[in-house]
């Protein structure tokens, strides 16, 4: 059978765009507000939507705007030669209806004394309100902020004003790729760091914190880390709600066997990227695939992304 298409969830929410605009050449900014006029639901800095566009093609956005509960704003990065998903969202224009999901986030913004942000790209999106967040609260913060050129990074010139924090811009045209381990060289406690980018920025900051404490770091990811799938035995389910055991052999993932049982189970990405399809573990071992949970979140095996998540063992006991 095929992958199951993506399913929206029953809080999905149908909005409509109020404002397009393009901060720099091959960013779409789209406000979106409620089509019954009522308030959004509130978010904080770091949460994300999910954007059902039409023709199974769902994509996750950083909320970027100001808060308010009238209108969310989020930035897409249109990719040419990309899957389609940035060109079908590039066609939306004033007016449009669109379904979204609920504000989600494990990207949450920790209290800390100073802040340290990384911004690759279109990465900034995510990090745009807690830079906002942390200058309010008068939290000393520094942002090192990568991209190709000046003109093709959004939000240069809000963040440039911010007070209480430095800005450091790095270009490919310029100074080149942000110099991560001179960035990270003296730890400091008390100082969380926030980063959000392509994979190699990434990895260069999570090998280049080692003498930081514990959990000092915190990433978002665009598109799944590289993780070990060689190990796909079979193994049991319970769905305890369901009153179901299934069996996921090692060519079906659990998302998928239980679409094929005719469970519907929310979810978006279908790669361990958005969170969507987050589900709470009864009993049993996770073999855990994603690139959402912290380790410490892992180690708890409180929750799993049946979307790419298997058993260690034999069987496991789900909440659904």
């Given at each position: 059978?095929?992958?199951?298409?993506?399913?929206?969830?029953?809080?999905?929410?149908?909005?409509?765009?109020?404002?397009?605009?393009?901060?720099?050449?091959?960013?779409?900014?789209?406000?979106?507000?409620?089509?019954?006029?009522?308030a959004l639901p509130p978010w904080q800095p770091g949460a994300h939507i999910d954007v059902f566009a039409g023709d199974d093609v769902v994509r996750q956005y950083s909320l970027c705007g100001p808060a308010d509960a009238a209108t969310w704003t989020i930035a897409v990065r249109v990719l040419q030669d990309g899957l389609?998903?940035?060109?079908?969202?590039?066609?939306?224009?004033?007016?449009?209806?669109?379904?979204?999901?609920?504000?989600?986030?494990?990207f949450e913004l920790v209290e800390a004394a100073s802040y340290v942000?990384?911004?690759?790209?279109?990465?900034?999106?995510?990090?745009?309100?807690?830079v906002r967040?942390?200058?309010?609260?008068?939290?000393?913060w520094s942002l090192a902020y990568g991209g190709r050129s000046?003109?093709?990074?959004?939000?240069?010139?809000?963040l440039r004003e911010l007070p209480g924090g430095t800005l450091d811009v790095w270009t490919d045209d310029g100074r080149g790729p942000i110099?991560?381990?001179?960035?990270?060289?003296?730890?400091?406690?008390?100082?969380?760091?926030?980063?959000?980018?392509?994979?190699?920025?990434?990895?260069?900051?999570?090998?280049?914190?080692?003498?930081?404490?514990?959990?000092?770091?915190?990433?978002?990811?665009?598109?799944?880390?590289?993780?070990d799938t060689s190990d796909v035995h079979a193994f049991d389910v319970e769905l305890v709600r369901s009153g179901v055991t299934l069996m996921v052999t090692g060519e079906r993932s659990i998302l998928d066997t239980m679409s094929d049982a005719g469970?519907?189970?929310?979810?978006?990405?279908?790669?361990?990227?958005?969170?969507?399809?987050?589900?709470?573990v009864l009993a049993g071992a996770v073999d855990h695939r994603d690139s959402i949970l912290t380790p410490a979140e892992q180690a708890a095996n409180d929750t799993m992304m049946v979307c790419v998540s298997r058993a260690r063992d034999g069987r496991l006991t789900l909440d659904c």
């Amino acid at each position: 059978m095929s992958p199951a298409s993506p399913v929206a969830p029953s809080s999905a929410l149908d909005v409509v765009v109020e404002r397009r605009h393009e901060p720099v050449a091959d960013v779409v900014e789209l406000t979106l507000r409620s089509a019954d006029g009522r308030a959004l639901p509130p978010w904080q800095p770091g949460a994300h939507i999910d954007v059902f566009a039409g023709d199974d093609v769902v994509r996750q956005y950083s909320l970027c705007g100001p808060a308010d509960a009238a209108t969310w704003t989020i930035a897409v990065r249109v990719l040419q030669d990309g899957l389609g998903g940035s060109l079908r969202m590039a066609t939306l224009s004033a007016g449009d209806h669109v379904t979204v999901s609920e504000p989600r986030n494990h990207f949450e913004l920790v209290e800390a004394a100073s802040y340290v942000f990384v911004a690759g790209g279109i990465g900034i999106t995510p990090i745009l309100p807690m830079v906002r967040s942390a200058s309010q609260r008068g939290a000393a913060w520094s942002l090192a902020y990568g991209g190709r050129s000046e003109s093709l990074m959004p939000y240069l010139a809000e963040l440039r004003e911010l007070p209480g924090g430095t800005l450091d811009v790095w270009t490919d045209d310029g100074r080149g790729p942000i110099d991560v381990r001179r960035l990270l060289e003296v730890p400091s406690a008390g100082t969380a760091i926030y980063c959000c980018g392509p994979e190699p920025l990434l990895a260069a900051m999570e090998s280049a914190v080692g003498a930081w404490p514990d959990g000092a770091l915190h990433v978002e990811r665009f598109t799944p880390r590289p993780v070990d799938t060689s190990d796909v035995h079979a193994f049991d389910v319970e769905l305890v709600r369901s009153g179901v055991t299934l069996m996921v052999t090692g060519e079906r993932s659990i998302l998928d066997t239980m679409s094929d049982a005719g469970i519907a189970v929310p979810f978006s990405c279908g790669e361990g990227v958005c969170g969507t399809c987050e589900t709470r573990v009864l009993a049993g071992a996770v073999d855990h695939r994603d690139s959402i949970l912290t380790p410490a979140e892992q180690a708890a095996n409180d929750t799993m992304m049946v979307c790419v998540s298997r058993a260690r063992d034999g069987r496991l006991t789900l909440d659904c």
